[in-house]
């Protein structure tokens, strides 16, 4: 079989590109990736000689480049990760994430389709998307399978787009595809612009932590290890034309997740307790914010089996350890444009 994976050289692709290049050596595993600033080749340096993979650097936007990979590769299955993927950078820039997004969504639909010539035997689309779609929770309920889409960021409003044409392909011309909508995720060889690993860099180099508006903004959180071993059960037990929420049943409310990642940091770094919270700094809120997002895993629970390998405080033990002990990953992430963006965003 072999298996197109888009994105795979990003924080959550680079994970499930791993997986599946290890644990199914019988399958060709092509890394799709146009490397921008989220994309990085260091996150797949233990695998990238493996026989059963190869690295591809294109862009999805680009519709003829996109028809010339599948009819010349002859993909049977995709799985689709890459995105641009960060709220902050969406509301900065919301055609970069249309681009990408959703045009760049819609290529590949289009591109398969036509590479498998409406003979779908054995074909799959399958589709990573996101819980932000369904919008902003009060302080009760859970996201649904069932749940109305609310996207309120131009990122989700990407991303529910794209879910969309995914779909209608599936309706419209019998495409067979799947669809998941995770959680926020957090581990090993995160960018570190999203809240835990922007975090934890941070307070190695001693720097405010820019808690957004109060901080009582409540996320649900998944280790990345466990949101890849979801999708390779879905992608193999999965039922067609059916959307499976991913999550950890693990709400916490921003402050209260960086007071415990302040705590652990204290312990790891040998700082007194205490020390780590002295840097926490709220600033400006996140226009549109959303208050809360929490997901209902228990479909995959029931029907596939799936449930999180470990607790948060154990993932957020390991990925602390990870980033303390790969010094030189953050190092050559965050030169260069990085610290433009982060000026920019913190205005600092
Ligand atoms: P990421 O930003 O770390 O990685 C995205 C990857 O896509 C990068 O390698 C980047 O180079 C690549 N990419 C971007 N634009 C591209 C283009 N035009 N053509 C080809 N490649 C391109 O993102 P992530 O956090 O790993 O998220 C992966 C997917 O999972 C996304 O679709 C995202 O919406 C979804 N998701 C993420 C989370 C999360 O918490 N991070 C949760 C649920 C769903
Ligand atoms: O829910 C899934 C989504 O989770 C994914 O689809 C996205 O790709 C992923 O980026 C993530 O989105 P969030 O906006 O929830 O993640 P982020 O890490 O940016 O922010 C998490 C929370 O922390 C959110 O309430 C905003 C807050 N925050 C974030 C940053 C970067 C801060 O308070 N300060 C910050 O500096």
Known sequence: ?????????????????????????????????????AGNLENLKDIEDR??????????????????????YQFDRVIHLAAESHVDRSINDPLAFVKTNVLGTVNLLNAAKSAWNDDFQNKLFYH??????YGALGETGLFQETTAYDPNSPYSASKASSDHFVRAYGETYG??????????????????????????????????????????????????KDHAAAIDLVFHKGKLKETYNIGGFNEWKNID??????????????????????????????PGHDL?????????????????????????????DWYL????????????AYRDYYLKQYKR
């Open 1 to 37: 079989m072999k298996i197109l994976i888009t994105g795979g050289a990003g924080f959550i692709g680079s994970h499930v590109v791993r997986l599946f290049v290890e644990k199914y050596p019988h399958y060709d595993i092509y890394n799709l990736d146009a490397l921008t600033y």
């Open 51 to 72: 026989s059963n993979y190869t690295f591809i650097k294109a862009d999805i936007t680009n519709e003829t480049t996109m028809m010339s990979l599948f009819e010349q």
């Open 128 to 133: 990573v998307s996101t819980d932000e779609v």
């Open 175 to 224: 495409l067979p595809y799947v669809i998941t909508n995770c959680s926020n995720n957090y581990g090993q060889h995160q960018f570190p612009e999203k809240l835990i690993p922007l975090f934890i860099n941070n307070i190695i180099n001693n720097e405010p932590l820019p808690v957004y508006g109060d901080g009582h903004y409540t996320r649900d959180w998944l280790y990345v």
């Open 257 to 286: 997740l960086v007071k415990l990642l302040c705590q652990q940091m204290d312990r790891k770094l040998g700082r007194p307790s205490g020390t780590s919270e002295t840097l926490i700094s709220f600033v400006k809120d996140r």
């Open 292 to 320: 809360r997002y929490a997901i209902d895993a228990s479909k995959i629970n029931k029907e596939l089996g799936w449930r999180p390998s470990v607790t948060f405080e154990e993932g957020l033990n390991i990925t602390i």
């Open 325 to 336: 002990d790969n010094a030189d990953w953050l190092d050559h992430v965050t030169s260069g």
